[in-house]
């Protein structure tokens, strides 16, 4: 089963209406297609795992947990979320307040050839959250249930999370900057200052 997506909001779109909000927030992307997004409204602030699928959400846990004053949001994709259901379970446990995750879902494995992922057979990532015990979560289909959900990504008590239905226009592959070590060291600069960032 392959073809079309229930969703019909563009990914670029939906990542810099959300960006639009961070203020100062940590922002953890996935494998892939979040991490191409993010790339093109670039951050200081923006850890990027293109090439570790099912780590994103764990990685936003463990930032959540070790800065509790900052808030923390996971951006990544259907497949990913799908392969890592553990972390669901993981961070109802912790429940972490400052956490949120966001899942840009175009019901397709984007990175592997277009197959069908199993929210295209119905799949309810959202329910998962909830049965898992996330204190909220919403699946989102418009522009207006966008611009509605988009600022309690970075303000509503968590864990929250929210699913993003978007259509399955494809975008080159590629970001601004590949140098992992250096994403790395920016990010841990701007989070812990340069005195620290390298201890």
Known sequence: MTGESSGTMDRRAVMRTIVAHRGDALIVTGLGSTTYDAGTVDHPNTFCLWGGMGAAAMVGLGLAIAQPDRRVLVMTGDGEM????????????????????????NEHYSETGMQATHTRRGADLAAMAKACGFAASETVRTEDELAAAAPKLFSQDGPFFVAIKVNTQRYPMSIR???????????????????????
Not at 82 to 98: D, E, S, V, Y
Request: glycine fraction near 10%; avoid cysteine.
């Open 177 to 199: 900057v590949r140098d992992g070590a250096y994403l790395k060291d920016r990010f841990r600069e701007n989070l812990l200052g340069a005195e620290r960032a390298f201890f």
């Open 82 to 105: 799908l392969m890592g259901l553990g972390a669901f379970a993981t961070i109802g446990a912790q429940r972490p307040p400052n956490l949120a995750v966001a899942v840009i879902d």
